[in-house]
């Protein structure tokens, strides 16, 4: 997961404790940046899982074999999208064997769900 970025601003001098001067800062955080890139790749995982459930036979496959088969770049959008990888894969597996009761996930080498 990604760290925030933090962002340190001068605000101007103040008097210490010995009456040198001291620079006061604050912290701001690059939190709506964060905010807008979760909100970007959890489009990109709505957008690829709205393939999987209804889009042309050749997308079905390829959202198919990202969200369940890519382990590498799917961990990384999950991750940034602020989402545990395995637990959307098992809540999407759930999801399939209760639409699908007697169909096998392609992508999963034709596993059988069992309710």
Request: net charge neutral; glycine share 10%; proline share 3%.
């Amino acid at each position: 997961m990604e760290v925030a970025t933090l962002k340190c601003v001068a605000k101007g001098t103040e008097s210490g404790p010995t009456g040198g001067k001291m620079l006061g800062t604050s912290i701001h955080s690059n939190e709506d940046q964060e905010i807008a890139e979760q909100k970007l790749w959890r489009a990109v995982i709505a957008s690829t899982v709205e393939e999987w459930i209804h889009g042309p036979g050749r997308r079905q496959r390829e959202a198919e074999q990202f969200l369940f088969n890519d382990d590498d770049d799917y961990r990384t959008v999950c991750f940034s999208a602020g989402i545990d990888p395995g637990d959307l894969r098992d809540r999407l597996q759930k999801r399939f064997a209760r639409a699908h009761p007697r169909k096998r996930l392609r992508a999963l080498g034709g596993i059988d769900f069992v309710h």
